[in-house]
């Protein structure tokens, strides 16, 4: 194991807890104001919200079919013409262990299925304004992504996507995710402004040589699970504790992702 520098490691600590402490800061002022709507008051104290029927049962099918087909029709790693799009089969791996073995991302799927690139310039276009009201900030695309999961048993352990800048994901399950044997979506409730927890986690991660972003304490009587029918959508603040189920084998599960992050 690389021998850790003691007055190197401080530092990092120092600033990795600075720059969360403040960031957690801004954002608990910030869920305090009171001239906002339901949703956006909901988006903003709980960083997440649920909206059931977000897509037709119809128009689910049709671009999980055309997935699929595309999918079937390209090869793994490989750019899709000039597209942008990348399918890529993970095999991730910490130093210390492998996770979500065999699990599909295909980055920039709204470049090569057009019913994709209509739903994202509409459906998901109008949830924007609702996360920049809860945050009083602008946001922006990083991707537009789907995953595909068949089978996956071994997901990352607890984590964050960032630490110190605010990044939501806008999901919408293509499939039924009718229990945790279809990988749901799962979160740990007050894990996000001010949570000691949080810190605990950071120092863990810096002694023992685990990603920073991995949060593996955490209290699991907060701990939630997201089942539902496809068609869903889920905001979800990506800033605290989240995970995915493990799927039992033969189960699958696809769903669209769009990425977003606070603009510099």
């Known amino acids: 194991m690389k021998k850790i520098n003691n007055n190197s490691s401080i530092i990092k600590l120092i600033k990795v807890y600075t720059i969360s402490f403040f960031s957690d800061f801004k954002y608990y002022l910030k869920s305090k104001r009171i001239n906002l709507t339901w949703k956006e008051k909901e988006l903003m104290e709980n960083w997440i919200i649920i909206i059931p029927d977000f897509l037709n049962e119809k128009k689910c099918e049709e671009i999980k079919n055309l997935i699929d087909k595309l999918c079937e029709n390209n090869k793994n790693n490989i750019p899709i013409n ?3 799009t990348l399918i890529k089969v993970r095999d991730s791996y910490d130093w210390k262990e492998r996770y979500d073995t065999w699990m599909i991302d295909i980055f920039n799927i709204d470049n090569s299925i ?3 690139k209509k739903v994202k310039d509409k459906q998901f276009k109008e949830i924007v304004p609702l996360i920049e009201k809860s945050i009083w ?3 922006e695309s990083l991707n537009f992504n789907s995953y595909i999961n068949k089978s996956i048993t071994n997901t990352r352990v607890h984590h964050v996507d960032t630490l110190w800048k605010i990044q939501f994901k806008i999901f919408v399950y ?7 044997d279809y990988w749901p979506y799962c979160y740990v409730k007050k894990t ?3 949570s000691l927890i949080k810190y605990k986690n950071l120092f863990i991660n810096l002694i023992k040589w685990f990603p920073i972003t991995d949060m593996r304490i955490f209290n699991k009587d907060n701990h939630l699970i997201w089942i539902a029918k496809k068609w869903t959508l ?3 603040n990506q800033n605290w504790f989240h995970w995915w189920c493990p799927q039992k084998k033969w189960y699958e599960r696809m769903i669209l992702v769009h990425n977003l992050h606070v603009k510099k």
């Open 192 to 194: 996000h402004s001010f």
């Open 114 to 116: 057009n019913e994709i």
């Open 174 to 180: 293509l499939t039924d995710v009718l229990n945790t």
């Open 137 to 139: 900030e602008k946001i």
């Open 82 to 84: 000039n597209t942008k």
């Open 234 to 236: 889920i905001i979800s």
